[in-house]
Structures are given as structure tokens and as C-alpha cells.
């Protein structure tokens, strides 16, 4: 866990440091940020937070069709462990990854291997539907804007990702042991520790597929991992039409965002405690001002903004929920990146 989270750290410092260079060569002008922070249209703003809330809604519905064929359990009920584990996400980083699975085992008194499991096949749901949503928004990509053919290969890549993703799932879905013990053995030849890791985790994944026990409830996941991305896409727009002054980010299209979303999600990788936010800021900034023409400062203001709407914003509510519910966020953060790390915490679900 400390190699992993150094490495994160580093990367991060990397990062800043490259585009803190580029801004000193720019000449960073900081009077003309605040003023764009203050200009921002709050109607805008204020719509763009409440459809990344109504997400964490579909995302706790998604997570209650998962649960099904082993348990029902009301939406509502899983609201709080979502709120608080992204809430730990945003505080913490990388570190408090696990949180929603960790809180939701203990809320519906299932196996922490179990919702790890889930956890698993949420992510490759959420990857999958971010393809789709791309790919689909770049087919709409005016000809005549600049860097067009980027947003051309950027559709192809993430269409291409998106067959590749269904694929992997089918196979995983009928030999997922095999696909395991492949990686075990293959991975293992390089660090023993990486092969066993991404071993359990395919098996993880596999065990989330075998969760479905009938077609609807796959066809509701997928949708609902649609809309989900598709509104937090919307919010990514609401955002970016906020900066009035700003022709080259009031004019944005939904199409055209994909790019900015891509890069925010880059930077969101490299996410350690805190300067991690600045991390996400840089990345979409840099991709504002490069792809869309937008001045550095405006760019900035609006990556500082989309951290806000999109990661921030549910701290407040978090930090609300866990007080109620008599949780501390940096325990419960630390207690299941541990349990995460626990080769037993996730095989005992195969068995």
C-alpha cells in the first residue's frame, strides 16, 4: 500500500511541476483567474451539481441491482455508504478507493469479499459506459473544428476500447479461472505479489457477472451506467457555459467535452491526499487551452470549478452522513485499503 501510494505521489509531483513550468512561461496572470472565478454564472454551476447528486442516486440504484440475487436491498439504504466513500475519495485519494464497498458490507451484512466483487464490476461498467458515451458524442464532431482529427481518433480509440472491454467481459464471464490462472502465472513471473493481485481481481470480476441472474437486470445496469455518464458529461458542459467571459468555453458542446472529461479523468488517477486536486486542475486546464483555444487563466478558474462540481461537492453531505452514522472517514478509509489488500478478503467470494 506505501509503494503504491509513493508512486502516486510522485507521479503527481511530476505532473505539477511540468505544468507549474508551462505556466511560468505563459506568465500566469492571477488577477485575471480570480476574476473569472467571480464571474462565473452560478445558474450554471448550481445545475451542474445537482446532476453529478442525482448520479450517486443511479449509482446506488445500480449497486441494489447488483446486490439482487443475493440480497434486495432499498436504494436509499446504500445512498449513505456513497456518499461518504466519495467523500473519502475527494479528502483522501486513492487511499479510501474501497470505502463504498467496505461501508455497503457492513450496511447489508454481506462479506466484505462480496461487495469488493461488485465493486470490481462497477468499475468495468463505468469504463465501458465512459467508451460508449465518447465514442458516440465524437460521431457528432463538426469537421470544420480545430484538432478535429484528434477528436476523430479519440472516438476510434474509445470505440475500439469499448468492443475490446465486451470482449474481455465474455470470456472472463465463461473461463474467468482460466483467464486467472493465466495472469497468475504469467504476471507472477515479473512479481509474484502483481500476478495474485490481478488474479483476484479477474476473479472478482467474474463473480460480478455471475451476480446477474437474468438479462434485465444486465440491461438495467447498462443503462443505468449510460445515463449516469451521460449526466455527468451534462455537468461537465453546465460547468463550462458558467464562464460567460469565455466564447471558447461558453460555446462548448457535449461532443466537444469528451476531450475535457478524458483529461479530468487522467488526472483524477493520480490522486493523492489533497494534491491530487491540483493534479485533475492542471490536466484539464492544459487540455482547455490546448484543444479548445481557451486563455490559461479562464482554463484554470474552469478545471478549479470542475473539481468542485464534479469531486467536491458531496464533502459537505458526507461529512453530514458520516456524523450521523457515527463514522470516521480517515479509519474507515485506512481499514478498507487494508482489508482490500487482503488476498482472503476477495478469494473467499470464488469459493
Excluded at 24 to 41: I, P
Amino acid at each position: 500500500m506505501k509503494k503504491r501510494n509513493g508512486v502516486l505521489w510522485f507521479a503527481a509531483f511530476v505532473v505539477l511541476v511540468l505544468v507549474a513550468a508551462a505556466f511560468w512561461k505563459a506568465r500566469f496572470d492571477w488577477a485575471r483567474f480570480w476574476y473569472q472565478l467571480r464571474d462565473v454564472d452560478q445558474i450554471h454551476i448550481w445545475a451542474g451539481i445537482a446532476l453529478i447528486y442525482a448520479t450517486y442516486w443511479l449509482r446506488s440504484w445500480r449497486w441494489a441491482v447488483f446486490l439482487s440475487p443475493t440480497k434486495k436491498v432499498p436504494i436509499h439504504a446504500l445512498l449513505g455508504p456513497q456518499f461518504i466513500g466519495f467523500t473519502g475519495v475527494a479528502l483522501f485519494g486513492r487511499l479510501a478507493d474501497l470505502t463504498r464497498p467496505y461501508l455497503v458490507s457492513k450496511r447489508v451484512g454481506l462479506p466484505l469479499s462480496s461487495q469488493i466483487a461488485v465493486y470490481t464490476i462497477e468499475r468495468m461498467f463505468d469504463l465501458g459506459a465512459v467508451a460508449v458515451v465518447f465514442s458516440s458524442a465524437m460521431a457528432f464532431t463538426p469537421k470544420d473544428l480545430p484538432h478535429h482529427q484528434i477528436f476523430v481518433r479519440a472516438g476510434e480509440l474509445s470505440l475500439a476500447l469499448t468492443l475490446v472491454i465486451a470482449v474481455f467481459a465474455m470470456i472472463v464471464r465463461v473461463s474467468g479461472g482460466v483467464v486467472a490462472g493465466f495472469a497468475r502465472a504469467t504476471l507472477g513471473r515479473l512479481s509474484k505479489p502483481m500476478g495474485e493481485g490481478v488474479a483476484i481481481r479477474i476473479t472478482g470480476f467474474r463473480d460480478g457477472l455471475n451476480t446477474f441472474n437474468s438479462k434485465r437486470d444486465f440491461a438495467v445496469a447498462v443503462l443505468l451506467s449510460l445515463a449516469m455518464w451521460t449526466m455527468i458529461g451534462m455537468a461537465y458542459v453546465q460547468t463550462a457555459h458558467a464562464f460567460v467571459q469565455t466564447p471558447e468555453l461558453a460555446g462548448l458542446t457535449f461532443s466537444r467535452t469528451m476531450l475535457l472529461m478524458a483529461a479530468s479523468l487522467g488526472g483524477s488517477a493520480l490522486q493523492p491526499p489533497v494534491i491530487g486536486w491540483f493534479t485533475q486542475i492542471a490536466m484539464t486546464a492544459t487540455a482547455m487551452h490546448e484543444f479548445y483555444g481557451a486563455p490559461i487563466e479562464a482554463a484554470t478558474a474552469c478545471g478549479a470549478m470542475l473539481l468542485v462540481v464534479t469531486s467536491l461537492c458531496i464533502i459537505p453531505t458526507g461529512l453530514v452522513y458520516s456524523r450521523v452514522e457515527h463514522v470516521n472517514l480517515k479509519t474507515v478509509a485506512s481499514e478498507s485499503d487494508a482489508a482490500g489488500d487482503e488476498p482472503e478478503a476477495v478469494t473467499e467470494s470464488s469459493q
